[in-house]
């Protein structure tokens, strides 16, 4: 163990500072992501590869040609409005930030840990680790495959090219967990991508195993992974000839070549999954005429679906998740309906949400009774009967009006956001906010939040280079562990 750690020292450059004060200064910089851009032509057309599109994963490189803003599939559908719950929500029901108090940060959260990666490393953290894409030394291969150890800073390469990078493939998107990998590969060039998953023990990777693969018929896959295990989001390209296909949950345990289709929708999720530590979180079309998306947290042990939330007719969620309160979703556009969720932000309630857990049913047959579509689940998303959990549109609500660039997570009761430019957060209780600071040097879009769901830390990043004039060169991915008191 040893000798991996010191043979993997060159990736990381740690500097761990345990105090609770931080360090505020704020230096505006242009975004170095869209900095460097080189025109692909492949056989979806000419694609403009920058290091933003990882921030999207591999679906923002190899659909990006075929998908023209503004375009939507609209399948056939099933059921009937009036059976739908839909949220409403009066704009007297919505407290904004604005109407909290401003505090320092240092009333609820300590800066735990702060590390040095390679400069244009990204990063998504769950529990005591966070996967890593890792930047090439000499830009072939694009990306080798990490992982952060949030305690100590350790951050071993455990995978150093793609499985299929003879075949021309890159490593394009990662999510973890303690027990495993989950990554795509794409070949660009030729519009095939594929996804792999791995069992993790300490910094070793086990031998990958090839979950799914496709063409530009299917958008490359996005990820999320809890526990013991990996899912995939599948959806038909808008510019193939699958358009009226469901779009697909699938599911496997790390470690097996098993895999199951664990939801499906008809018609577009509006979405990526993400994770708490129990469960995934989805945003599947709801059974009915018309564009309503279902906000749906599927407990991962089970697939049971443990609560869903039907958003208002065309309003499409930029981002989703679920914590303390319940789900949370953001938008990214104004709507002229909607009352108090018509606006651009973030928005989640502001009572905690409580559930009755349903009963665990074991299958006879894991992979054919754990799919569902949406007509299953529409109706009522628990299986218990004696317990009907409070009407999201009962809820009193909280709005932050930015806009959103991050999915929102819980660190305890504090709820954090990420804005344009820095990370919230917020005390719903106590009617209080706070920013975290951002490092000098940062480009204008700050600290990006790679935390989601539920954690006991808050994980940030950022791309610094900075060359102060009494000081040296900082020229790195400069990662932040935060704690709540």
Not at 68 to 90: N, R, T
Not at 244 to 249: D, F, G, R, T
Request: proline content about 5%; some cysteine.
């Amino acid at each position: 163990m040893a000798s991996k750690k010191s043979e993997h020292t060159s990736f990381i450059s740690g500097r761990k500072h345990r105090t609770a004060r931080l360090r505020a200064a704020v230096k505006a910089q242009e975004s170095t992501l869209d900095q460097v851009a080189v025109s692909v032509p492949t056989k979806l057309g000419d694609v403009v590869l920058t290091r933003r599109h990882l921030l999207i994963g591999a679906a923002g490189v190899v659909a990006v040609a075929g998908i023209g803003v503004g375009s939507s599939v609209i399948s056939k559908q099933f059921g009937d409005e009036a059976s739908l719950d839909i949220l409403s929500v009066p704009n007297a029901s919505v407290t904004s930030m604005a109407d909290f108090e401003q505090v320092d940060a240092e009333e609820y959260m300590y800066l735990d840990a702060e590390y040095e990666l390679p400069y244009g490393t990204l990063l998504w953290a769950n529990g005591s680790m966070a996967a890593c894409l890792i930047p090439g030394d000499s830009g072939s291969p694009l990306n080798r495959l990490g992982v952060l150890f949030l305690s100590s800073g350790y951050c071993p390469v455990v995978l150093n090219q793609a499985v299929g990078s003879s075949d021309g493939f890159e490593i394009f998107d990662a999510r973890g967990s303690e027990n495993g990998l989950i990554w795509t590969e794409a070949n660009i060039m030729e519009g095939t991508w594929r996804v792999y998953a791995a069992a993790l023990d300490d910094d070793v990777l086990g031998e990958p195993v090839l979950l799914e693969e496709g063409d530009r018929e299917w958008e490359t896959p996005t990820l999320a992974a809890v526990g013991r295990y990996v899912y995939w989001q599948l959806l038909p390209s808008l510019s193939g000839t699958h358009t009226a296909e469901q779009s697909l949950l699938k599911k496997a345990q790390i470690g097996t070549t098993v895999s199951s289709v664990v939801y499906q929708s008809t018609g577009r999720m509006a979405t990526p999954p993400t994770t708490t530590a129990e469960s995934v979180i989805i945003s599947p079309r709801a059974n009915a005429e018309g564009m309503y998306y279902q906000l749906t947290n599927l407990r991962a042990k089970d697939d049971a679906v443990i609560d869903t939330m039907v958003l208002p007719q065309s309003m499409r969620p930029l981002e989703i998740g679920y914590g303390t309160n319940g789900f949370n979703f953001s938008f990214d556009a104004i709507y002229n309906y909607g009352d108090g969720i018509s606006n651009l932000g973030t928005y989640t309630p502001l009572e905690k949400r409580v559930l009755k857990e349903p009963a665990i049913e074991e299958p006879s047959n894991q992979q054919e009774s754990s799919s569902r579509s949406i007509e299953e689940t529409t109706a009522s998303p628990l299986t218990s009967k004696e317990f009907t959990p409070k009407s999201y549109s009962d809820s009193p609500w909280f709005a932050l009006n930015r806009t959103p660039s991050a999915p929102a997570c819980w660190c305890g009761n504090l709820f954090m956001i990420k804005s344009t430019h820095v990370v919230c957060g917020v005390n719903m209780e106590n009617k209080q906010y706070f920013t975290l600071d951002t490092h000098s040097g940062s480009p204008d879009y700050g600290d990006y939040l790679a935390t989601t769901g539920i954690s006991d830390y808050i994980v940030t990043y950022t791309n610094i280079d900075d060359s102060p004039i009494d000081g040296d060169r900082m020229y790195c991915t400069l990662v932040k562990v935060y704690a709540s008191y």
